[in-house]
């Protein structure tokens, strides 16, 4: 297991279409979670699922956002109708769920431009 | 959320030890205090994380303070792959699991040669 990895790792779309990145997780790692990364901020939480079920969902992420992970596996993360503020690193993560605290572990991101 | 305040940048000469501070005054008794770093086009990468006791792994050591209403990074000898972007965050224990991750600005640590 190589990791979280994510895909794309650049797009670039015209505003007003519609785009959908992946995200596979470690695979023994339950929980998956996506943040949002604007230039020279911190990572900012958008969800986040406990196998295949979507636990919590920040303000963040209005009804153009769309995210599922069908099996408990990897997760798609869909924006509908793509505005400029929308551009971003989308990072992906995953854990264990653990009484104990577990590291989070981080793919590389999907950086979205809007044009 | 409990927050976390972080010095904006801090610099540091290479091969000598490097202590990044943090301070979480309204942290509850079971918030974990993570810590995560990233470069420059990457997402973030988990340095260590603790509870309550001092934690050391191969990449850092993590000392809490008594009251843990703060705690303090340390690389025991920066190398220039250690500037990046320095993140803590508590981590809400809810019931026994972890619950997301809120971050801040971090602080930026600057490496010299």
């Known amino acids: 297991d190589t990791g979280v990895s994510q895909d794309p790792r650049h797009k670039i779309t015209k505003r007003g279409q519609n785009v959908t990145f992946r995200c596979d997780p470690i695979?023994?790692?339950?929980?998956l979670y996506w943040y949002r990364q604007t230039l020279g901020q911190g990572p900012e939480f958008l969800t986040y699922?406990?196998?295949?079920?979507?636990?919590?969902k920040s303000r963040l992420l209005s009804d153009r956002f769309s995210a599922e992970r069908p099996k408990g596996s990897f997760s798609t993360l869909e924006i509908q109708r793509t505005e400029q503020g929308d551009s971003a690193m989308y990072l992906c993560?995953?854990?264990?769920?653990?009484?104990?605290?577990?590291?989070?572990?981080f793919g590389s991101g999907t950086r979205l431009t809007v044009v | 959320d409990a927050k976390t305040t972080q010095p904006n940048s801090m610099e540091s000469n290479e091969e000598e030890p490097v202590h990044l501070p943090c301070n979480h005054s309204?942290?509850?008794?079971?918030?974990?205090i993570h810590w995560y770093r990233q470069l420059p086009s990457q997402g973030p990468e988990y340095v260590i994380h603790?509870?309550?006791s001092n934690v050391n792994n191969r990449m850092a050591s993590l000392a809490i303070a008594e009251d843990r209403k703060s705690s303090t990074l340390i690389l025991h000898r920066a190398t220039l792959r250690d500037a990046a972007v320095y993140y803590c965050?508590?981590?809400?224990?809810?019931?026994?699991?972890?619950?997301?991750?809120?971050f801040g600005k971090g602080t930026k640590l600057s490496v010299k040669p």
């Open positions: 695979s023994e790692h339950n929980r």
């Open positions: 309204t942290i509850s008794g079971t918030d974990y």
């Open positions: 965050i508590l981590a809400m224990n809810y019931g026994g699991s972890q619950g997301n991750l809120i």
């Open positions: 699922f406990q196998n295949e079920a979507q636990l919590e």
């Open positions: 603790g509870l309550t």
């Open positions: 993560a995953s854990s264990l769920v653990h009484s104990g605290g577990y590291g989070y572990t």
